[in-house]
């Protein structure tokens, strides 16, 4: 089985943590979000986020991997 590393903000972590089901992993969650029904929603919903300055939100994302990983 293979992992993968996503980045998010604080803010969507936490809600994310609000609808994940007791017992559940972030994993499983993810897949109960990317169901079949589910999927169509999450479809509709991408690319509607708007980020004022993009660049310093990925120079933050960046940074925090880049400490995450030397800790």
Do not use: V
Request: glycine share 2%; proline share 0%; hydrophobic share 35%.
């Amino acid at each position: 089985m293979s992992f993968k590393t996503i980045t998010i903000k604080q803010e969507t972590y936490s809600k994310l943590s609000d609808i994940k089901g007791e017992g559940e992993s972030f994993t499983e969650l993810l897949d109960r979000l990317a169901s079949e029904n589910d999927l169509l929603l999450l479809k509709k919903l991408r690319a509607t986020a708007e980020f004022k300055n993009k660049e310093a939100m990925l120079e933050e994302i960046y940074e925090t991997r880049s400490e995450s990983r030397i800790i």
